[in-house]
């Protein structure tokens, strides 16, 4: 990842609508399948470590793996309370296993799409389950993905092939950010149109108003998905369980 956009997402992370109503979704959605609050969550790319507060309500034990160190400094002042190891996923060496893991946006940054499914499934308790969220659709493909380092974006139906390959059964599949997708596609496909050059980041900072009106529009997406699965948006928000 460029080290610039590390820098803007420390800065971003707990007020940018995007960062703000991904985590309402994701919440509100695995509420929605977890019947009770489950033992050890692991959250794996973890960040500056916004995503703990919500996660503890989840869970009596949240830890965290994150790569870059000084994201590292950020997540352990926010949670004190959680561990948090250095170190690139699926790389790293764990002794625990988890009844949860989540990987928020985290999966196209990875080589080994194999692998790394491979790695959370001997993280997993028997019937764990794991919890992520991946860019969708190749013709969005961005600056921002550049600098990011994604290795690719994703369609649904291909995403739940590779879960099931790895021996998980799909929960819940659905596209969101589906309300702004058609400005962002726009502005995407237009810039390549466009052949503009420079790399630009989707975290740069956003007037307050016109923050908090994106926040509130893409948050309230989780009233919709509580009634169907959406079948387009910028993201994908899936969960799975390890198979016996």
Same mark, same amino acid.
């Given at each position: 990842?460029?080290?610039? $956009?590390?820098?803007?997402?420390?800065?971003?992370?707990?007020? =940018?609508?995007?960062?703000?109503?991904?985590?309402?979704?994701?919440?509100?959605?695995?509420?929605?399948?977890?019947?009770?609050?489950?033992?050890?969550?692991?959250?794996?790319?973890?960040?500056?470590?916004?995503?703990?507060?919500?996660?503890?309500?989840?869970?009596?034990?949240?830890? !965290?793996?994150?790569?870059?160190?000084?994201?590292?400094?950020?997540?352990?002042?926010?949670?004190?309370?959680?561990?948090?190891?250095?170190? /690139? %996923?699926? &790389?790293?060496?764990?002794?625990? #296993?988890?009844? $949860?893991? /989540?990987?928020?946006?985290?999966?196209?940054?990875?080589?080994?799409? *194999?692998?790394?499914?491979?790695?959370?499934? *001997?993280?997993?308790?028997?019937? !764990?389950?794991?919890?992520?969220?991946?860019?969708?659709?190749?013709?969005?493909?961005?600056?921002?993905?550049?600098?990011?380092? =994604?290795?690719?974006?994703?369609?649904?139906?291909?995403?739940?092939?590779?879960?099931?390959?790895?021996? @998980?059964?799909?929960?819940?599949? #659905?596209? %969101?950010?589906? @309300?702004?997708?058609?400005?962002?596609?726009?502005?995407?496909?237009?810039?390549?149109?466009?052949?503009?050059?420079?790399?630009?980041?989707?975290?740069?900072? #956003?007037?307050?108003?016109?923050?908090?009106? $994106?926040?509130?529009? %893409?948050?309230?997406?989780?009233? $919709?998905?509580?009634?169907? &699965?959406?079948?387009?948006?910028?993201?994908?928000?899936?969960?799975?369980?390890?198979?016996?």
């Amino acid at each position: 990842m460029d080290p610039l $956009l590390l820098e803007e997402m420390k800065d971003q992370e707990k007020n =940018h609508w995007w960062f703000v109503a991904r985590r309402r979704i994701i919440r509100d959605v695995l509420q929605r399948i977890m019947s009770a609050r489950c033992g050890k969550i692991l959250d794996i790319g973890c960040g500056t470590g916004y995503n703990f507060q919500w996660l503890a309500a989840m869970g009596r034990e949240v830890s !965290g793996i994150e790569q870059a160190e000084s994201m590292v400094a950020c997540a352990q002042e926010i949670s004190e309370s959680s561990a948090i190891v250095l170190g /690139t %996923f699926p &790389d790293v060496s764990l002794d625990e #296993t988890y009844d $949860l893991v /989540t990987l928020f946006d985290v999966l196209e940054h990875i080589e080994n799409e *194999t692998g790394a499914f491979q790695k959370v499934r *001997t993280l997993l308790n028997p019937g !764990g389950l794991v919890c992520l969220t991946v860019p969708a659709f190749n013709f969005l493909w961005s600056g921002h993905d550049e600098l990011a380092g =994604h290795k690719r974006r994703y369609r649904g139906a291909v995403l739940e092939q590779s879960l099931r390959r790895a021996d @998980f059964t799909v929960v819940r599949l #659905t596209y %969101f950010n589906a @309300f702004l997708f058609a400005p962002i596609a726009s502005v995407r496909i237009l810039g390549r149109l466009f052949a503009q050059k420079k790399r630009r980041s989707d975290f740069s900072a #956003t007037p307050r108003f016109l923050n908090h009106i $994106l926040a509130a529009i %893409f948050g309230s997406e989780r009233f $919709l998905l509580r009634l169907m &699965d959406v079948p387009f948006g910028v993201s994908i928000l899936v969960i799975a369980q390890k198979n016996p």
